[in-house]
């Protein structure tokens, strides 16, 4: 199994390395390319080094997965890119996953990845970007789903409970 992991300025650090170490540790061939030369300014402001730029990733290559980490400032140049929606639309006609974290959604969608049905699980504030969803309630169907649609709304933004619950991931298949 092989995996591409793209590390755009502004990703979450946790939401990329943390992956990155995931996949290594289960001996999966992960190739972290770059949107931006090196060093790469995350979202706390840590240096971090790509291996390769995505443009010098040879198209022709075929990965399992394709890892978008999220983060605000990173999802909005995740978006922008026209490598990041080449390499969206080659994983769906190969019929390759995509793992698309918390904010990255938002790519998916700016590049016409999503389907309306698709179901997807973001960050709720990204929601936003979903005009015309409604997220998911216990008992309602949309294609919006909540992680946690029962989160009290006053649970502190940086508790362990908030942060697990809104970051969650659902990798979509173009099957």
């Known amino acids: ?19 990155i170490d995931i996949l290594r ?18 979202a706390r402001h840590t240096k971090h080094l790509a291996e390769v730029r995505l ?8 990965f399992e997965v394709v890892v978008l980490p999220g983060g605000a ?6 978006a922008a890119s026209p490598l990041v929606g080449d390499w969206l639309a080659r994983q769906r006609e190969r019929g ?24 997807i699980t973001a960050i709720p504030r990204s929601t936003r970007n979903f005009p015309e969803l409604k997220p998911w309630t216990p008992g309602a169907s949309s294609w919006m789903e909540s992680s946690s649609p029962a989160l009290p709304p006053a649970a502190p933004w940086n508790s362990p409970t908030r942060l697990s ?3 969650a991931v659902r990798i979509s298949s173009a099957r």
């Open 73 to 78: 400032e990173g999802a909005k140049h995740l």
């Open 55 to 62: 443009e010098d990733v040879d198209p022709a290559r075929e």
């Open 165 to 167: 619950a809104n970051c």
């Open 96 to 119: 390759q996953w995509v793992a698309a974290i918390c904010a990255a959604p938002t790519a998916l969608l700016a590049h016409g990845w999503l389907r309306p049905e698709q179901k």
């Open 25 to 42: 540790r289960a001996e999966i061939d992960t190739l972290v390319a770059g949107l931006a030369p090196n060093p790469i300014t995350a």
């Open 1 to 19: 199994m092989s995996a591409l992991v793209f590390l755009a300025p502004g990703f979450e650090e946790i939401e990329a390395i943390t992956v």
